[in-house]
């Protein structure tokens, strides 16, 4: 330093004080650097360095290495100054003190003053600036709104008005625009002292400046980097182009058709509306967005109303109101006939009676023109039959003289080359007088005492007005009083009725009466006296297996009143297993035990009680034998039809020593069986029919008895007699022939007479063992005897030793059980020993023995 600047210091300790402080700048928040040279000149070294701030005479930072090594020294800050803010540096070159954080307050002049041993003092003197940052620029639209990251979206043509502001900031800082990184608007003014701003005016966006950067910039220090607030410009775009891709003609009505619309150039995307006319379609089925590209894709379904309309594909941008674009399609529609029935404008659809003229209009739409039409009634075709007073002219029909009959549903139907078409169905009503629903007479039954309500019930239109009830026996016929009868409903009457006397079973009948007239015909109710019903009749086992049973009979009488049926299974000796009811007379029995012995009773029940029992003896279920054994086959002709049954060599006695029920003749032959199948040799059936032929020749000698079909030693079991029973006062009779004459259902059979001038019918009944046959009307030959069993009803495994016969069959055909004087004649037979005498037509048993190939037999 030079010796003019070099001063003494008060401790007589000289130093060299600069003239001018060097001037440094800092940032707020940042750090600076002050230099101070601590080396010695010459030989010496470093005692004390002071940092002293403007013209305090008191330090603010000292470096005391006085009796130590510069690793040693001891570094003091003051608190109210930097603090832990500052440190000095001797390692570096220059020596430095370093401030970090600085802070706005930290600006002023700083003396640095370095102490040596031996050498005079060194002062450096600095002028220290702090520079403050502006704020980050704010961005404002014209509507005053802060803008941050975008700009828009803007609308094509649209002016850009932004104002830039900054806070803050010292020095002041300076505000400039920039448009794609280039200086277009430098020109800032203040608004106050701690804000500057700068207004930019951008006329007309076009689809060019899409995305392009607008930047506000602040800067007051080369120290500190530019302060900027992008924008980045967003627009809104009108689409360039849409179109219909296909545009087939013509479209069938109720067809379904792919419709495709494309549009480009839309920002966003465009959306892409159909319409048909002015209606809006909302069927699409795909929209798809690539780029500035839409696709559209729309399932339409023509009607028949679109022919001629225009169908529409718009584009449009969904941001911008009215920018949009659009593509027509004029479509052509063909369908059937469309067809339009009403009933004559001058007529009045509620008030049309019985002999009234009325007439239907037809009218039809069609594309292309229909060419035929016609008439439905009911479904059915109409033709012009000016007999029957059905008149059709071009579109109308005419109905003259109208019945109930001609009530109904009406349609018209028409034709063209895309096919045919039915109208609506029109209900044509009819007025008419009641008449009665059921036109039978009803029987009704009653007991003694019984009060009924007996419901008349009748047809009409319009509805009833009131009823009249009438009752008519032998003697005399009364009106009923209306208190004894109410209405149910609008077409039915109820008469509340109480036969208390003999007198009050006969007729009653009743009219209805509405607004068009009187009932003609009433409906008539027979009363009958009603009682218990008739039992159930030719019982028969279906679908037999070891452990179950299908029963079915047939009805009796119902006594006049709903029945329903009953059964009842017992097991002998072990108590009730079934107690079944029914609204048939069927019945469906399983998990029956083989080996057990059943009693089953069949009861008809109504109102008035149950019917006497139908009852089936020891019945048992046993398994099927799988052994080769003899089995009897017994062949019943019974009510003109041939029946086959199969029993065990041990039951052959029921089918040879049974005496059956009148209009039965028996055959019974006895051959080998397997338990896996049933067939006969052609050869054995010819020698058999031999056979058969001249047992045949044999019995027309006079032959009176019959061999059984085994010996006695191989009938072990036989057939249980009847048990009595007692049903009130009725008891069994104790002649067998008095069964068959009281069972109804003991038909006699009606048998063609071979071998005669003429064929004949002839009656069979079997009358104390003899065969007598009676003359009759002609009649169908019976149906031939196949060899082959079908479905046998009552196999070895099942056997019903009372009823053995009676429940067999032969093909499908049902054979009822006989009645109890079959078993008891049976009974009666096998005690009297096999030798039965009874009288056969013998030319009639050849030709049957020799039309089928039986096996071995003996009758």
């Not at 402080?21 to 470093?46: K, Y």
């Not at 990184?181 to 020109?187: C, F, H, I, K, R």
């Not at 009530?407 to 609506?424: L, P």
């Not at 053995?804 to 079959?822: E, F, T």
Request: with cysteine.
């Amino acid at each position: 330093m030079d010796d003019a600047h070099q001063t003494k210091c008060p401790t007589a300790m000289s130093f060299i004080v600069p003239a001018q402080p060097i001037e440094l700048e800092g940032v707020v928040g940042r750090s600076v650097r002050l230099p101070c040279n601590v080396t010695p000149v010459g030989p010496d070294r470093v005692y004390m360095v002071l940092w002293f701030r403007d013209e305090s005479g008191i330090p603010i930072y000292s470096y005391d290495v006085r009796g130590k090594s510069l690793s040693e020294a001891l570094h003091w800050s003051a608190p109210e100054v930097f603090g832990s803010r500052a440190k000095f540096h001797v390692v570096a070159s220059p020596a430095q003190l370093l401030v970090d954080d600085l802070r706005e307050h930290d600006e002023g002049i700083y003396r640095c003053r370095v102490d040596f041993k031996h050498s005079p003092s060194r002062s450096f003197r600095y002028k220290l600036s702090i520079t403050v940052p502006p704020e980050k620029p704010v961005i404002f639209d014209s509507k005053n709104r802060q803008l941050n990251y975008t700009l828009g979206p803007l609308r094509e043509g649209e002016d850009v008005v932004l104002t830039c502001r900054v806070k803050g900031g010292r020095p002041e800082p300076t505000v400039t625009w920039l448009v794609g990184g280039n200086l277009v608007d430098e020109q800032s003014e203040s608004s106050n002292p701690y804000m500057v701003e700068n207004k930019l005016v951008w006329p007309a966006v076009a689809r060019h400046d899409l995305g392009s950067s607008f930047t506000c910039r602040a800067v007051n220090s080369k120290l500190v980097d530019p302060r900027d607030t992008n924008l980045k410009l967003d627009l809104y775009l009108n689409p360039l182009t849409v179109h219909i891709n296909k545009k087939p003609n013509p479209l069938k009505a109720e067809q379904k058709y792919e419709v495709s619309c494309t549009s480009a150039g839309s920002r966003p995307s465009a959306v892409i509306t159909w319409y048909k006319g002015k209606k809006q379609l909302l069927r699409r089925v795909k929209d798809e967005n690539s780029s500035n590209l839409t696709l559209s894709e729309m399932v339409f379904t023509p009607t028949t109303d679109d022919d001629g309309k225009h169908v529409t594909c718009r584009a449009e941008n969904p941001n911008v109101t009215g920018a949009y674009m659009e593509d027509t399609w004029r479509i052509e529609v063909v369908y059937p006939p469309i067809l339009l029935l009403k009933l004559g404008s001058t007529l009045n659809p509620d008030d049309i009676k019985e002999g009234d003229d009325v007439y239907f209009e037809c009218h039809v739409r069609a594309n292309p023109p229909w060419r035929k039409l016609n008439w439905l009634h009911n479904g059915l075709l109409l033709t012009h039959n000016t007999s029957a007073r059905i008149i059709r002219s071009n579109q109308s029909l005419v109905l003259q003289k109208v019945t109930r009959q001609s009530a109904g549903k009406y349609a018209c139907a028409a034709s063209n080359t895309e096919g045919e078409g039915t109208s609506n169905e029109l209900d044509f009503r009819v007025k008419y007088a009641p008449v009665c629903r059921q036109e039978k007479i009803l029987v009704v039954g009653a007991s003694r005492g019984e009060t009924l309500d007996i419901k008349c019930e009748v047809e009409s239109d319009p509805p009833v007005v009131h009823f009249r009830w009438k009752f008519n026996n032998s003697g005399e016929t009364l009106d009923v009083s209306p208190e004894r009868f109410y209405s149910d409903g609008p077409s039915s009457s109820v008469l509340r009725y109480t036969t208390a006397s003999e007198l009050d079973y006969g007729s009653l009948s009743c009219w209805a009466v509405n607004a068009v007239g009187h009932q003609v015909a009433p409906c008539v109710f027979q009363v009958v006296a009603a009682g218990k019903p008739f039992p159930v009749r030719n019982c028969t086992f279906f679908n037999q297996t070891s452990s179950s049973v299908e029963v079915a009979c047939t009805a009796g009488f119902d006594g006049g009143l709903p029945q329903h049926f009953a059964l009842e299974l017992v097991a002998v000796g072990g108590g009730l297993r079934y107690n079944i009811t029914s609204e048939q007379p069927f019945f469906v029995l399983a998990d029956l035990e083989p080996g057990v012995t059943f009693q089953l009773s069949v009861y008809a029940v109504n109102a008035k009680g149950r019917s006497q029992p139908t009852v089936l003896d020891e019945i048992s279920f046993r398994d099927s034998d799988r052994h080769t054994g003899k089995y009897c086959r017994c062949v019943v002709y019974y009510w003109n039809k041939s029946f086959l049954s199969l029993f065990p060599s041990p039951y052959q006695h029921i089918c040879s020593r049974t005496k059956f029920a009148r209009s039965q003749v028996v055959f019974c032959h006895k051959f080998l069986v397997s338990s896996a199948a049933i067939s006969l040799s052609p050869i054995v059936g010819v020698g058999t029919g031999v056979a058969f032929t001249l047992v045949a020749l044999f019995l027309l000698l006079g032959i009176k008895s019959r061999r059984a079909c085994s010996s006695p030693s191989n009938q072990p079991m036989t057939a249980s007699p009847p048990k009595k029973r007692s049903n009130g006062n009725q008891h069994q009779p104790k002649d067998p022939d008095m069964y068959e004459e009281k069972d109804p259902d003991l038909i006699p059979a009606k048998y063609l007479v071979i071998g005669s001038d003429h064929e004949r019918e002839v009656g069979t009944s079997i009358n104390n063992g003899v065969v007598q046959l009676q003359d009759h009307q002609k009649f169908e030959p019976w149906p031939s005897i196949s060899p082959k069993v079908t479905s046998p009803v009552l196999s070895p495994s099942l056997s019903a030793t009372r009823h053995v016969v009676g429940s067999a069959s032969w093909g499908n055909d049902p054979l009822r059980l006989p009645s109890p004087g079959s078993t008891a004649a049976a009974q009666q037979a096998q005690q009297q020993g096999p030798s039965t005498d009874v009288e056969l037509n013998g030319v009639f048993i050849k030709e049957r023995l020799m039309a089928n190939r039986l096996p071995e037999s003996c009758v």
